[in-house]
């Protein structure tokens, strides 16, 4: 794989893509630089991160890569672990000391959008790295919020809700229009969900 720099840096950027570890191993070996960025501005270990190529991370972050490298949507390596709810990709980016306030477009950490979705694993582990459990985003939405405004009452949203509520969250936070996450929780019908917030 030897050859130019520019050469080197397109085949790391694909083959981070693609999940092919040897192939990202031979070209960081051979100088391929770990930041370089693609089309949109996405790092070797963005790629690796948002499709879950947990041993292509591995790689990036033991020979330095930065996990906190900003794309042109404001995504980091980071903080793509709360969208995809990749607990594997989470233990890999956190050797490499993540900034844990770094916030996405919506102005969230990376707990929020894992709220939202109902990662109840990447909820349960990324509580364990001491973020902030209200912080609140450009919406004026915690994690706790998310958790009852976008989720359905369901057992992963109820047991997030617990992991939640357990780590300090702050039940009283309420939205932009004063509404709780238990006015929220009664409005939309989750029962489960309102009589944990009423404890």
Known sequence: MKGSTTVLNEQ????AASGDAAAVREAVTEGADLETRDAQRRTALLLAAA?????????????????????????TPWLVTGVTGSVAMLKALLPANPD???RNRYGGVS????CERGHVAY???????GIDVNHVNDLGWTGLLEAVILGNGSKPYQ???TLLLDAGADRDLADRDGV?????????????IAALLRK
């Open 12 to 15: 790391l950027l694909t083959a």
């Open 111 to 114: 707990l929020i959008p894992a």
């Open 51 to 75: 499709a879950d190529h947990v041993e292509v991370a591995q790689i990036l972050v033991a020979a330095g890569a930065d996990p906190d490298a900003l794309d042109f949507q404001h995504d």
């Open 100 to 102: 844990l306030t770094i």
């Open 159 to 161: 047991e997030i809700v």
């Open 180 to 192: 709780t996450a238990l006015q929220h929780a009664v409005k939309n019908g989750q029962r489960e």
């Open 123 to 129: 909820v349960r582990e990324v509580l364990k790295t």
